[in-house]
């Protein structure tokens, strides 16, 4: 029976890795210090008014910051920094000139002793894996080359 890689574990995603990575980790290791000094933060935010589709993609860039800084293993690090960009580029995408810095100490308060962590996790990870699977498969599609047009009769 196969089992199923997720890029957590998928060899292929830490392999294609380029001398660009190194820019973008420092890049993201500055936002995860933001989002771990959020979550830390004793400081009463401003009340943003959030949707509940942005709210969630602010506390799965949470969850994942808190991955990597937490991270002991380069792997997971790496893949949890995959993680962190994908919900930069959505938050970015669905709320343009968002103050992540408030939205993540706001949703920092929610995070204290709130047992639904793990299902939020989990919900995270769900969709993370579900977009990393369809780039992999939009990668082997396009490794296969140009698909060749049928003559017209």
């Known amino acids: 029976m ?16 380029s001398g660009e990575w190194i820019r973008r980790e420092l890049v993201m290791r500055f936002l995860m ?7 830390v933060s004793s400081a009463a935010p401003a009340q943003l008014s959030l949707s509940a589709q942005v709210t ?3 506390q799965c860039f949470m969850l994942y910051s808190v991955g990597v800084a937490t991270a002991t293993e380069d792997k997971n690090r790496t893949a949890g920094t995959l ?12 709320a343009p000139g ?3 810095v408030t939205a993540v100490r706001e949703q920092a308060q929610t995070f204290e002793n709130n047992p639904r962590l793990k299902e939020i ?3 995270c990870d ?15 599609e396009l490794q296969q080359g140009p698909a060749t047009p049928s003559p017209s009769t």
């Open 2 to 17: 196969a089992t199923r890689r997720g890029l957590w574990t998928n060899p292929l995603v830490a392999a294609n890795l």
């Open 33 to 39: 210090l933001i989002a771990v000094s959020a979550v």
């Open 56 to 58: 969630s993609d602010v």
């Open 83 to 94: 993680g962190v960009m994908y919900f930069v580029g959505k938050l970015q995408a669905e």
């Open 98 to 100: 968002l103050d992540l």
């Open 121 to 123: 996790g989990a919900a």
């Open 126 to 140: 769900a969709e993370f894996h579900k977009r990393g699977e369809e780039l992999l498969e939009i990668g082997k």
